[in-house]
């Protein structure tokens, strides 16, 4: 993950709502300008017993944000607010 990505997406492959949730993610972070990392959740146990049952889940800032569906206009919100200003 790159220290400057105010938002991480964590999942998994071939899961479907991870697709939609990539796809929101992808959209609004390009719109607002923000970076967004991406990190796999197969292969890493302590990730799969943190997140297996959640994922896809995001996080903004270093604090989980949603889970299984990323809502478009509660994302804009939370990126609306300057890193550190929560």
Known sequence: MSGSARVTLYSRPGCHLCDDARAV???VCAELGEAYDEVSIAGDPELERRF???IPVTF?????HDFWRVDEQ???GALAVPPGGR
């Open 25 to 27: 993610v992808e959209r």
């Open 74 to 76: 509660r994302l804009r």
């Open 60 to 64: 903004v800032d270093g604090r989980q």
């Open 52 to 54: 297996g049952e959640e």
